[in-house]
């Protein structure tokens, strides 16, 4: 694994968010592919676990909104997954496209030579075996040379992967910032700090920044927005439309 430093230095101001989630049907190979062909260097991506313990691309806990099927993803083997239709609810000229596993995601990274927040999202209630399996496939498979951050609003999941991959940096995700946002970073272990746009304040900005943390705003759609949070000092900007942001933004 590359070191917190490393990873941090390759950290664009661009991230594309689910891959490139407001031009292609998110954390599919098809947005991950869309991203990279927008100029995006990173890209971030949500992974949870099947009924059978395999780690797949998916925000939500039910496959309703994003698959033509439905129902809780933890009570689903791979195979049903894999039959899912994951693009066509997007668009048309995406049907056939897949929930794709962790596995075939890290494959498409290193091809594209893309780095990767990867965010853990659990179903409640299983947040360590979530975390667990995460941990053992990177482990297995994750290519040394690509930038790897691990964030999730389960600070459960934050403390098993630390547990099992201790070089890896942890993102410490959050809507808004908490009074005791210092305390909580340090407790966990985290480098960077990722909050919702419209919480953060600049003088926020400023504390996490001068408190020597990297600071990663979601998710920001707007170029004249992503221009002032990176002038209050954010490291990164998460957005479904990493396009329009290079179009726009003199990076
Ligand atoms: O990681 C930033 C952002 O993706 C967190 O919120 O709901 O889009 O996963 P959500
Ligand atoms: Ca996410």
């Given at each position: 694994m590359m070191s917190a430093d490393a990873v941090f230095r390759k950290l664009p101001k661009i991230v594309g968010h689910r891959g490139a989630c407001g031009l292609a049907p998110e954390n599919t190979l098809a947005s991950i592919r869309k991203a990279a062909e927008t100029g995006a260097s990173f890209v971030e991506i949500d992974v949870t676990v099947t009924k059978d313990d395999v780690a797949v691309i998916q925000h939500d806990s039910d496959v309703r909104r994003c698959t033509d099927g439905s129902g809780p993803i933890l009570l689903k083997t791979l195979e049903e997954v894999r039959k899912l239709d994951a693009g066509r609810w997007f668009a048309p000229e995406f049907a056939g496209e897949r929930i794709p596993t962790l596995k075939e995601a890290t494959d498409t990274l290193r091809s594209l030579d893309l780095g990767l927040n990867l965010?853990?999202?659990?179903?409640?209630?299983?947040?360590?075996?979530?975390?667990?399996?995460?941990?053992?496939?990177?482990?297995?498979?994750?290519?040394?040379?690509?930038?790897?951050?691990?964030?999730?609003?389960?600070?459960?999941?934050?403390?098993?992967?630390?547990?099992?991959?201790?070089?890896?940096?942890?993102?410490?995700?959050?809507?808004?910032?908490?009074?005791?946002?210092?305390?909580?970073?340090?407790?966990?272990?985290?480098?960077?700090?990722?909050?919702e746009r419209h919480y953060l304040t600049a003088a926020d900005a400023r504390a996490i920044k001068d408190a020597g943390y990297y600071l990663l705003v979601y998710t920001v759609n707007d170029p004249e927005e992503a221009r002032r949070l990176l002038d209050w000092g954010a490291d990164a900007i998460i957005t479904d439309f990493p396009d329009r942001m290079f179009e726009t933004l003199n990076l």
């Open positions: 965010e853990i999202k659990p179903t409640v209630g299983w947040q360590i075996p979530t975390a667990q399996q995460v941990a053992k496939e990177l482990l297995a498979d994750w290519p040394a040379k690509l930038p790897l951050l691990i964030s999730s609003f389960a600070v459960e999941c934050l403390i098993e992967v630390h547990r099992h991959i201790p070089a890896l940096p942890l993102g410490y995700l959050t809507s808004a910032v908490p009074p005791d946002w210092q305390t909580r970073m340090a407790d966990y272990g985290c480098a960077s700090l990722h909050c």
